[in-house]
């Protein structure tokens, strides 16, 4: 990158807040699956949306790719930087402006944490609904991008439900204001279009986010079984009965003793599946749902069932199924963790095949996620040191995707497409479907300079693909 550049950019935001030196850029060569990575060739920190639009208006003149960056916790290497190209790091951008109880909505900075906006909203009676499970860590910006879920998501949606206006600079430098107050903004939804982008569109500077009042009383039935199928099929009763839990969990074997191994969270580890299903709203019509969701788990074959009695048991699950992730990653040197979406009545039968696989490649999965809404998250279980192993890994990866879209669902559910599964875009749409996504980038990316290479499938990307990917076993580090 030329001089003139890096003076340019010292003069945005302060040589303090440039990192060029091979050392510090190191945590920025890959996001949460670090089985991609690549260093950037520097790393720029702003501190306000006037200062990212001169970064992007540098940027576009001299044809600078740009990589916008939250948190890292992203599982698609989404945020894998571009050789020859910078990280736009959204770190400094991390204030809540303006927390308004009165239209229950707050303005935040993209680098505030999901959970921050719970805690700060919680003083007024709200909360912010999308809880990943990475939500102590993970950025709004980074939500907005891969359109987060969360555990929650089966009653109050994801993130694009979650959101009424954003602000975004453009890749020439630009500020755009999408989205509103009102219920009907006039012209085209760009505010949809926007989440779920992979930052291929734009910059997020500013998010604004619908509050909901905290319930006045929330229970989980934690309901363990001796066969997954029953749980798969219990999913489909609760909901066909006309029951909408706030959240609804299932994890496997593998993932129930490593929940339980690291959280106590009292889960029963002889169980070969269990369900979590929250319950909210009013005293009465929680207690009344109680009743009949606890019928239907017993007649589906439950062979336990427990109810949280307090605030603090009722953490204490959700404790457990949120660091399920880390957790099973005491079971295996490395993992996979896969993303993709069936419909919910296809649970049993997508599950049984991934079984069938696992044992074709002779590789462990891990299963928890989200029953609710059908968003799998199975976790392959593999050693990056053994050869060949890491490829096998990524092979039964993009059969589970495969067969994903065989039941009728899609690739991703929340992670997003990044670079991990590009590949698959084939799988789920046609040539023509795909010539229209490119045709959108381009409309606002001519240039292809922001993220390139990642979400929508190029025919230089399989040479992307190969530069910027390297096998974890020779960077002696570890995705668990």
């Known amino acids: 990158m030329d001089a003139i550049i890096f003076e340019a950019l010292e003069a945005i935001v302060g040589s303090e807040f440039i990192i060029v030196d091979k050392e510090t850029l190191h945590p920025y060569e890959c996001d949460g699956l670090s089985v991609y990575c690549s260093l950037p060739t520097c790393v720029v920190l702003p501190a306000s949306t006037k200062e990212v639009m001169a970064i992007m208006a540098l940027c576009h003149q001299h044809k600078v790719t740009v990589v916008a960056r939250g ?60 809880d990943p499970s990475s939500q102590i860590a993970c950025s709004i910006g980074g939500n907005v991008a891969e359109n987060a879920g969360g555990v929650h998501c089966l009653k109050y949606g994801l993130t694009v439900h979650n959101i009424v206006s954003l602000v975004f600079v453009t890749a020439q430098g630009e500020r755009i204001d999408v989205g509103g107050k009102s219920p009907d903004i006039a012209g085209f939804d760009f505010l ?194 053994v050869p060949g192993e890491l490829e096998q890994t990524e092979a039964f990866g993009a059969d589970i995707l495969r067969i994903c879209v065989e039941a009728g669902g899609c690739i991703t559910g929340e992670h997003g497409v990044g670079l991990e599964k590009i590949e698959q875009m084939h799988h789920q749409f046609n040539d023509a479907e795909l010539a229209q996504f490119l045709r959108v980038k381009a409309a606002f990316d001519p240039d292809n300079l922001l993220n390139p290479g990642k979400g929508i499938p190029t025919p230089k990307h399989c040479q992307e693909h190969t530069v910027m990917k390297q096998p974890l076993s020779q960077r002696g580090s570890s995705n668990g």
């Open 71 to 130: 948190a890292g916790t992203g599982l698609s290497a989404g945020a894998l930087p571009i050789e020859g190209g910078i990280v736009l790091s959204l770190a400094r951008l991390n204030r809540i402006l303006e927390i308004n109880s009165e239209s229950g909505l707050a303005k935040v900075q993209p680098g505030v944490r999901n959970l921050a906006i719970s805690e700060s909203a919680s003083r007024y009676g709200f909360y912010y609904a999308p």
């Open 192 to 385: 949809a279009l926007m989440t779920g982008s992979e930052g291929m569109l734009g910059i997020v500077t500013e998010i604004t986010v619908r509050l909901l009042p905290i319930p006045e009383l929330a229970r989980v039935i934690l309901a363990g079984f001796d066969k997954v199928e029953n749980a798969a099929n219990a999913v489909n009763a609760l909901i066909s009965n006309g029951i909408i839990p706030a959240g609804l969990e299932m994890m496997d074997r593998y993932a129930i003793q490593a929940a339980e191994d690291f959280a106590h969270a009292g889960y029963p580890k002889d169980a070969e599946a269990l369900l979590l299903c929250e319950l909210d709203g009013t005293a009465d019509d929680v207690n009344h749902q109680l009743q009949l969701a606890q019928a239907l788990l017993e007649a589906a074959g439950a062979s336990s069932l427990r109810i949280s009695d307090s605030e603090e048991e009722r953490a204490l699950m959700w404790k457990g199924r949120k660091s399920a992730f880390p957790a099973v990653g005491r079971l295996s040197p490395d993992y996979y963790c896969m993303d993709g979406t069936i419909p919910r009545r296809q649970l049993a039968s997508v599950l049984a095949e991934i079984h069938r696989l696992s044992q074709h490649y002779g590789l462990r999965v891990a299963n928890v996620f989200h029953a609710g809404d059908g968003n799998l998250h199975p976790l392959i279980l593999f050693d990056a040191n």
